[in-house]
């Protein structure tokens, strides 16, 4: 772009202000397209909090549209000092009795004591043999301290943890502690010291014992390396606490109502948020006002939820049959009293008005389906509407360029003409003080 710089030197008139105004006028289609980019910027931006507003939606659904995910099942314990227990999707419904034998142990060997954390234990190899299989430790320093000695078998990560106990007896008061890293017999370890000469090396004593778990499930002997007991019994997790061969524990699993409740709250809460959103964005300073992509998206949201199911297995097709209805506002309101009763009354038929099963296509498997077609990432709407508004920016910025060239060279062109006109101007300057000198000569 040309430094145009001088200002009316002949002619007394402010020729740069005269060209920069025109320029700017010369410019007003390519702030005019600017604000345009910057409107479809926006959408993009509007685009991305509906789509995560409607996966938001999806997610709540997701916890209601399979049998297993809508039966959401509570484990009780008849005795939580000894045994606690929580249910997945996984589970089924039953009851158990279990009887809590012995408690799964981490082996754990301590050493005899040394005066100083500094105490040399020598230089060499250590041998940690877990489950079979020998790990070798190398202590290479002249001088290697017992402090030396649990950083490296920490460092290892051999399947044994080191710390050293402080008994507080006044000449050697250091042990040396090896712990397993996981209980049950499995883990159990040897450590082999032999290697080391030059220092005092440690000399193991057994503390504890690796052991497994131990417990009755029914009457049928199950063992357990750790005392969380996860595969037991499909989708229970048993947590065991304390062993008592005398007592029987009774663990319970139901439906959860008040879980089914609060996953249908969520998703009317989703919902709600996501058209609070639509309703905002569709009003007169709305970013989507008329956008085909946000009215696709309520008109198929409102039907799949206000409108009838069709083909279902259970009496129910209505959400408004169970509580679920919207208001005025298209908000939609739940009455946990009415899906109580409903749920206490018919279970099966409440729960086919939101699942998947066989030929039955609930409610929620329906509007999930839709909203994983919507925001595919290959044909989905969104993805379809994002390189609409995308090849729209693309073409924008090509045409400012083209602009930007021509308003250049409008730019330089109005330069040289008045560059041109202060010359001639300045011309006729000289020409007219030279004639009129000559005739103040002449008439002298």
């Known amino acids: ?48 909090d509906l789509e995560a507003k409607l996966k938001a939606l999806r997610d709540a659904v997701d ?23 929580s249910a997945s999707s996984l589970a089924a419904p039953g009851s158990y009795q279990i ?35 020998t790990s070798q430790i190398d202590l290479t320093n002249p001088v290697n301290t017992l402090a030396d000695l649990r950083d490296a078998i920490n460092d290892a990560g051999v399947g044994v943890n080191a710390s050293i106990l402080n008994d507080g007896s006044d000449t050697t008061p250091y042990r040396l502690i090896l712990t397993s890293a996981d209980s049950g017999e499995d883990a159990a370890f040897t450590a082999d ?27 049928i002997p199950v063992v357990s390396s750790a005392n969380t007991v996860t595969d037991a019994i499909t989708g229970l997790t048993f947590n065991l606490l304390d062993a008592d061969a005398n007592a029987n524990i009774t663990v319970n699993i139901a439906t959860d109502d008040e879980a089914i409740l609060e996953n249908i709250q969520a998703m009317v809460d989703a919902y709600n948020d996501l058209f609070s959103f639509i309703h905002s964005q569709s009003g007169e300073t709305g970013t989507l006002r008329g956008n085909t992509t946000m009215r696709t998206i309520a008109t198929r949201m409102r039907y799949l939820f206000v409108m009838p199911m069709t083909g279902g297995e259970g009496s129910l097709s209505m959400l408004a049959q169970v509580g679920i209805s919207q208001d005025r506002y298209g908000q939609l ?7 109580s009763e409903a749920l206490q009354q018919n279970y099966a038929d409440v729960r086919d008005l939101f699942v998947e099963r066989g030929t039955n296509l609930g409610k929620a498997y329906l509007v999930r389906n839709s909203i ?15 390189d609409v508004i995308s090849d729209r920016m693309d073409n924008i910025d090509d045409t400012i360029v083209r602009y930007e060239r021509s308003v250049d060279t409008y730019q330089v062109y109005l330069e040289r003409k008045f560059t041109a006109m202060e010359s001639m101007v300045a011309a006729l300057q000289a020409q007219g003080a030279y004639l009129s000198t000559a005739l103040t000569g002449m008439i002298r």
């Open 63 to 85: 916890a209601l549209d399979t049998p297993n995910d809508f039966a959401a099942l509570a484990a009780t314990s008849s005795n939580e000092d000894l045994l606690t227990a």
């Open 372 to 386: 994983d077609d919507l925001t595919d990432t290959v044909n989905g709407l969104f993805k379809i509407s994002r």
């Open 193 to 219: 010291f032999s290697g080391l000469s030059g220092g005092t090396s440690p000399v193991l004593s057994n503390i504890t014992l690796a052991t497994d778990a131990s417990l009755l499930i029914d009457s």
């Open 1 to 48: 772009m040309s430094t145009f710089s001088f200002s009316g030197i002949a002619t007394g008139l402010d020729t740069s202000a005269i060209v920069a105004q025109l320029v700017a006028i010369k410019r007003q289609p390519i702030l005019r397209l600017e604000e345009r980019k910057n409107l479809f910027e926006k959408q993009l931006t509007a685009l991305a």
């Open 333 to 339: 309101t739940f009455d946990r009293t009415i899906f």
């Open 99 to 133: 009887t809590i034998n012995s408690l799964a142990t981490h082996q754990k060997d301590v050493s005899q004591g040394f005066a100083t954390l500094t105490d040399n234990v020598g230089t060499g190899s250590i041998a940690i043999t877990v489950g079979g299989e």
